[in-house]
C-alpha cells in the first residue's frame, strides 16, 4: 500500500459533508492531492488513470453541491469514479482496487449507498438516470439525479433513446464530459467568450433579475421575456450554430472548462435553481496534472498491476499481426472495432489499411449489422469484439448475420473470466449464446499457432464463425502438453494430454486458457494413483464433429468423463456435448457405462472474496476438479 501520510486534506475527508467545509484554497490542494494519490495507487493496483485524472474537479463540484446519496450520481461505464470512490468513505482500502475481494474498478450497489446504480458497459446512465428521476417523480420525492457521460457513449446509440425520452419536467442533469472529441459546433472567440462569461456566478444573478423585472410589467411582460429569449436564441445560433441538445427541448448550460472547479459548481447551482432536465456540457483534459498520462492518454488509459509481466505478444496482439497479414493476399478482408483498436489489436491493420479499417464507436449492434451488409456484397469482415460486449449484438448476430448465413467472423477477445475488472467484464455467457445459433461455428484457440489455423480457416469458412481467446499471452506450460512436437497441422482437431503410460481411468474434456487446470488436476490425480488425462478442444461447434473426435481420441479405459469450461453450465459446452454423445450410438457402445460430470460456472457471476482467484470461487479450479473425480472413482 502506498504511503499517503503527506495527504494532509485527502486524509480529513471521510464523506462529501467534508468536501463542503474546504475553502477555496484547501480544495485546490485536494485536487492535486486526489491526482498524486491515484497515480501512487493505481500505477501499483493497475486500473483507468488517465479518464479520473481528468475528472477531480467535476467530482469536487458535485459532491459541494448536491446531496449524495440522497441525490442520484450516475456515471457512464463508470472507471472514471475513482476520486467519487474516494471522496464517499472508500480511501482506507482503496489500496485494494480490481482485487479480488476489494473495491470494484465501476460502482457497484453493495459496494456503497453512494453507488446508487452499478454500470461496466457505455452509454446506459442516461437510461438508468432516467429511471431514478421518473421513480423520484412517483414517490414525491425532491431529490436529483445527475448523469456523466463522456462524448466517446454518445457513438452509442442507448444515449440518443434515452434523450428521445427526457422531458423537461424532470429533477435530472445531464453532464456531457468532452475530453476528445468535439461534439457541438460551438467554436471560436466569440463561443469562448460566451462560455466564460456563463461560468460566472453574476451572469445567472443578473440574468434571473432580468427575468422578473421583465415579467412583471403589465400587460406585456411575458410576452416581450419570451420574444427576447427567441430573439436571442435566433442570434446565438445564427452566429455560431444551432445546438442539438436545445433543439431536443433541453436546457443546455456550457461548454466550460470541466477542470476549473469553480466554474463547474456555478453551472450546477444554476441548474439546480431552474428545477427542470438540463445539459451542463464540460471540456476537460484526460491524465490532467500528469505529464505522461497528457501525453498519452491512450496509453494510459488503463494500466495493469505493477506485478504483472506484459507478454511481448498477447492473443489479441498476435490476432491484429497475422489479420494484417492475411489482408496483404486477400483484399476482401476488412476488419471493424466498436472503439476498441487499440484493446483488440487492431493499431496496426488501421494504419496499413486505413480504408479497410472501420472504427464505428461504441455501437456493437451497429459493428455486426456493418460488418453484414459488408458481407453480403461480397467482403470478409472481421470484427473483434470483447465477449461481455458482444452480449450487446446477439439479436443482430442471429438475424442479420445467421438468419442469411453470412461470412463474418466474430473474435470473442477477453473470452472467459477475467481478473480484475470483475464480473461486468467475465466473458462467460458467450459459448451458451453462440451456440445456440444455427450455421454459427465456434473456434477455441490456445496458442498463437492455433489461433492463425483458426482465423486462416474462420475466413475460408462460408458461414458465421466465432473465435474466441483470452485476454493474455499463450501459456508455455499449456504448449508443451498438447503441442509436443512443431505445429504442422491444417485442421482443428482435439489434442490429447496423458501424464503417464498408465491406462487412464478418468478423463477431463475442455477448451480455452481453463485447460491449465485440467491439466494441474490431471497430474495431481495421476501422482495420486488415479490416471487421468486431458482431451482440449481446438474447436466447440459443430458439437456433432466435436463429438466424433472425443469418441475417438478417449481412451476407452476412461470410466469418469468431465467436462470443465469457464463458461456457464445451462446450454454450455458441456451440457451440448454431454447430451450428443449420450445421444451417439458410437459414444454409448464404446463406454456403455461412463459417468459424466460437468464443471462450469454454474450461473453465477462470479465475484470472489478476499485473496480467493476467480477459479476457486466458481469452483471450477484444479482442487475442484481433483475432488469431483476422486468422488466419483470412489464410488
Not at 452509442?156 to 425520452?165: K, V
Not at 496423458?498 to 475442455?510: E, R
Not at 463406454?591 to 462450469?600: G, Q
Request: glycine share 6%; hydrophobic share 40%.
Amino acid at each position: 500500500m502506498p504511503n499517503g501520510e503527506s495527504y494532509t486534506v485527502l486524509n480529513k475527508i471521510n464523506s462529501p459533508d467534508d468536501v463542503k467545509k474546504l475553502t477555496r484554497d484547501e480544495l485546490h490542494t485536494l485536487a492535486e492531492e486526489i491526482r498524486s494519490f491515484l497515480v501512487e495507487n493505481v500505477e501499483v493496483s493497475g486500473g483507468h488513470l488517465a479518464s479520473n485524472l481528468g475528472v477531480v474537479e467535476l467530482t469536487l463540484a458535485l459532491l459541494r453541491v448536491l446531496d449524495p446519496p440522497n441525490d442520484h450520481v450516475i456515471w457512464d461505464v463508470g472507471h472514471q469514479s475513482y476520486v467519487y470512490k474516494l471522496l464517499t468513505g472508500r480511501r482506507e482500502g482503496f489500496h485494494t482496487l480490481r482485487q479480488s475481494g476489494g473495491i470494484s474498478g465501476f460502482p457497484k450497489r453493495d459496494e456503497s449507498p453512494y453507488d446508487c446504480f452499478g454500470t461496466g458497459h457505455s452509454s446506459t446512465s442516461l437510461s438508468a438516470a432516467l429511471g431514478f428521476a421518473h421513480a423520484d417523480r412517483l414517490k414525491g420525492s425532491n431529490a436529483v439525479t445527475v448523469a456523466i457521460i463522456g462524448d466517446g457513449a454518445f457513438t452509442g446509440g442507448m444515449i440518443y433513446e434515452a434523450l428521445n425520452n427526457c422531458t423537461k419536467d424532470q429533477r435530472l442533469i445531464i453532464i456531457l464530459n468532452e475530453n476528445e472529441m468535439s461534439i457541438s459546433k460551438n467554436i471560436g472567440s466569440f463561443a469562448k467568450y460566451l462560455s466564460k462569461t456563463r461560468a460566472q456566478k453574476r451572469y445567472f444573478r443578473t440574468k434571473n433579475i432580468t427575468r422578473s423585472v421583465i415579467k412583471r410589467i403589465p400587460l406585456i411582460g411575458n410576452s416581450l421575456f419570451a420574444f427576447i429569449r427567441d430573439f436571442k436564441k435566433a442570434l446565438k445560433n445564427a452566429l455560431y450554430g444551432s445546438n442539438f441538445f436545445e433543439d431536443m427541448g433541453l436546457y443546455y448550460l456550457g461548454p466550460v472548462d470541466g477542470n476549473d472547479e469553480i466554474a463547474v459548481e456555478t453551472l450546477l447551482s444554476e441548474a439546480l435553481r431552474l428545477n427542470e432536465s438540463v445539459v451542463i456540457h464540460l471540456k476537460t483534459q484526460k491524465g490532467k496534472g500528469y505529464d505522461k498520462a497528457e501525453q498519452g492518454p491512450d496509453e494510459y488509459h488503463c494500466l495493469s498491476p505493477v506485478s504483472v509481466v506484459h507478454p511481448q505478444t498477447s492473443f489479441s496482439k498476435a490476432f491484429g499481426e497475422y489479420l494484417t497479414e492475411l489482408a496483404v493476399k486477400d483484399e476482401r478482408i476488412v476488419a471493424i472495432t466498436a472503439a476498441m483498436s487499440r484493446g483488440t489489436g487492431l493499431d496496426g491493420f488501421a494504419q496499413k489499411y486505413p480504408e479497410r479499417f472501420f472504427d464505428v464507436g461504441i455501437a456493437e449492434e451497429h459493428a455486426v449489422t456493418f460488418a453484414a451488409g459488408l458481407a453480403a456484397n461480397g467482403m470478409r469482415p472481421v470484427v473483434p469484439i470483447y465477449s461481455t460486449f458482444l452480449q450487446r449484438s446477439y439479436d443482430n448476430i442471429i438475424h442479420d448475420v445467421a438468419l442469411q448465413s453470412l461470412p463474418v467472423v466474430l473474435c470473442v477477445d477477453r473470452a472467459g473470466l477475467n481478473t480484475s475488472d470483475g464480473a461486468t467484464h467475465h466473458g462467460i455467457f458467450d459459448v451458451a449464446f453462440l451456440s445456440e445459433i444455427p450455421g454459427m461455428k465456434i473456434y477455441t484457440p490456445i496458442t498463437l499457432d492455433t489461433l492463425k489455423l483458426c482465423l486462416r480457416t474462420a475466413l475460408n469458412d462460408n458461414c458465421p464463425v466465432a473465435i474466441r481467446y483470452p485476454n493474455s499471452a499463450e501459456d508455455e506450460n499449456l504448449k508443451r502438453c498438447f503441442y509436443p512436437e512443431e505445429f504442422t497441422s491444417n485442421e482443428l482437431s482435439v489434442r490429447t494430454y496423458v501424464p503417464t503410460d498408465l491406462a487412464p481411468v478418468a478423463a477431463i474434456v475442455t477448451h480455452g486458457k481453463i485447460a491449465s487446470e485440467a491439466v494441474k488436476a490431471a497430474d495431481s490425480l495421476t501422482s495420486n494413483g488415479i490416471p487421468t488425462c486431458v482431451l482440449l478442444a481446438e474447436f466447440i461447434k459443430p458439437y456433432d464433429r466435436l463429438a466424433e473426435l472425443v469418441t475417438d481420441k478417449l481412451p476407452k479405459t476412461v470410466s469418469t468423463l468431465v467436462f470443465l469450461e469457464e463458461e456457464i453450465k445451462n446450454g454450455g459446452f458441456g451440457m451440448i456435448l454431454s447430451y450428443t454423445l449420450r445421444a451417439s450410438q458410437a459414444f454409448n457402445s464404446a463406454f456403455p457405462r461412463i459417468t459424466l460430470d460437468i464443471l462450469a460456472t454454474d450461473e453465477s457471476f462470479v465475484i470472489p472474496r478476499k485473496d480467493q482467484t476467480p477459479y476457486q470461487c466458481a469452483k471450477i479450479d484444479c482442487d475442484s476438479i481433483e475432488a469431483l473425480i476422486q468422488k466419483r472413482i470412489q464410488c
